[in-house]
């Protein structure tokens, strides 16, 4: 009996550690002129704090049409967050990476979205009033797809005493359709087939 209560302690223990960092979440998902904005909400858990050059990723953005538009939740007068506004962050596209220290995300050949703040910038960290968490802002990216499955997204930030905290999740977001995987492996297969009859040697 003392050794379950020891193991449930511990796992609850580990649960709310695990409440910690910046987290991704899919607000939603309309359909804007022919494309699909995916629209997600990106917040700073408590027990954590974001510093100068501690990003976000969104990894493997099917079609991703650019830019991708981040929106931080800067606030109004005298509600203001301590967010700093969109000229204190970089959003940048990249073919792979970059990945937190030890965690491996699937990534694979479609874009990933990174959102970085700046060096040189203070420190963001939740208000007593935050119960949730710090709601950093909005991500929005667009796709050609609406088929909704999972992808990783990676953070890097620190906890609230300063020990480096690096979180990897699935969160819902575009991917092909399945007729589409099927015309691009049937177009992969009639290319092998092209290539391999070209290599055969004339008799």
Request: no cysteine.
């Amino acid at each position: 009996m003392v050794k379950r209560l020891l193991v449930l302690s511990t796992l609850l223990l580990f649960a709310a550690s695990a409440r910690a960092g910046v987290v991704v979440a899919l607000d939603n998902v309309s359909n804007v002129s022919g494309h699909f904005d995916w629209v997600y909400n990106v917040t700073l858990e408590n027990n954590s704090q974001m510093s100068a050059e501690d990003y976000f990723v969104l990894y493997d953005i099917p079609g991703l049409i650019t830019p991708p538009v981040w929106s931080p939740n800067v606030g109004t007068l005298p509600n203001l967050t301590g967010v700093p506004d969109i000229t204190h962050w970089t959003v940048t596209e990249t073919g792979t990476g970059p990945v937190p220290p030890n965690l491996l995300p699937k990534d694979g050949s479609d874009p990933n979205v990174v959102v970085s703040l700046n060096p040189g910038e203070p420190l963001i960290a939740p208000r007593p009033q935050d119960t949730n968490g710090l709601l950093l802002g909005q991500l929005t990216v667009s796709s050609p797809f609406d088929t909704e499955g999972l992808i990783n997204f990676t953070s890097q930030s620190a906890q609230s005493g300063g020990s480096p905290l690096y979180v990897i999740k699935l969160v819902a977001g575009p991917v092909p359709e399945p007729s589409t995987v099927g015309m691009m492996g049937a177009g992969l297969m009639a290319f092998v087939a092209v290539a391999l009859r070209r290599r055969r040697p004339h008799r």
